[in-house]
């Protein structure tokens, strides 16, 4: 299995707190990945990195930030959690852009009440 | 920016059948269809992808197609087994992201 850790595995928090989840990896991949799993939505893109300090949005990057400060570990912060934030989240890493395949985390469980 | 489309979103075939799972994609700058298998509490996986200047492409019970003038591609499931109950996603990729679909939960019926 590719060496990818996300933590924490499973929170609860409360409405308006912040949230930062941690994805680590070990494999010098170049490319980190924040996805969010929802039922009937599959996985949609959150933010991503293409290197250290070098990040784009995604698809669903409203109430959420990242950052990067070593090639190992990507964060992302919710900054003001809502319960529409509520949500399984993935990290993935690839180390190349084109043609190569993305590896998945085991995921974090978020629940904000 | 990328959409993909992924249907059915739930599909049940008896044990030893066959299970087709399509995507359809907008970005026609698109080159890389990956196909991931997300099994209960855990991460997805890759199972087998796919490159644009490739038709088909098989790995013993799985293969994938593609149609780039259609932007439609699919999976097959041959001989499916038990252990072939999970979540399928399918994704395309044309630069630095990957972009999924919506999935499709498979059940395969004793």
């Known amino acids: 299995d590719a060496g990818i850790t996300q933590s924490p595995r499973h929170k609860v928090t409360e409405t308006g707190t912040p949230v930062t989840l941690r994805c680590h990896q070990t494999?010098?991949?170049?490319?980190m990945y924040w996805y969010r799993q929802d039922p009937g939505h599959g996985l949609r893109l959150i933010h991503y990195s293409y290197g250290v300090k070098d990040t784009d949005k995604g698809e669903v990057s409203d109430g959420y930030s990242v950052s990067r400060s070593k090639t190992e570990d990507f964060l992302l912060t919710l900054e003001s959690a809502t319960s529409s934030q509520t949500s399984v989240y993935f990290c993935?890493?690839?180390?190349?852009?084109?043609?190569?395949?993305?590896?998945f985390g085991q995921g974090t469980r978020l629940t904000v009440v | 920016g990328e959409n993909v489309e992924q249907h059915p979103s739930t599909l049940s075939v008896q044990e030893g059948d066959s299970a087709v799972i399509k995507c359809t994609y907008s970005?026609?700058?698109?080159?890389?269809f990956p196909w991931y298998k997300q099994e209960l509490g855990k991460g997805p996986q890759l199972i087998i992808d796919i490159r644009s200047n490739v038709g088909e492409k098989k790995d013993q019970r799985i293969a994938v197609t593609l149609n780039k003038t259609a932007k439609h591609f699919s999976l097959h499931i041959t001989e499916t087994q038990p252990e072939d109950s999970a979540v399928y996603f399918c994704a395309a990729s044309g630069d630095d992201k990957i972009i999924f679909g919506k999935g499709t939960r498979l059940h395969i019926l004793p």
């Open positions: 494999e010098n991949h170049r490319y």
């Open positions: 993935a890493i690839r180390d190349q852009w084109e043609l190569t395949e993305a590896f």
């Open positions: 970005d026609s700058a698109s080159n890389y």
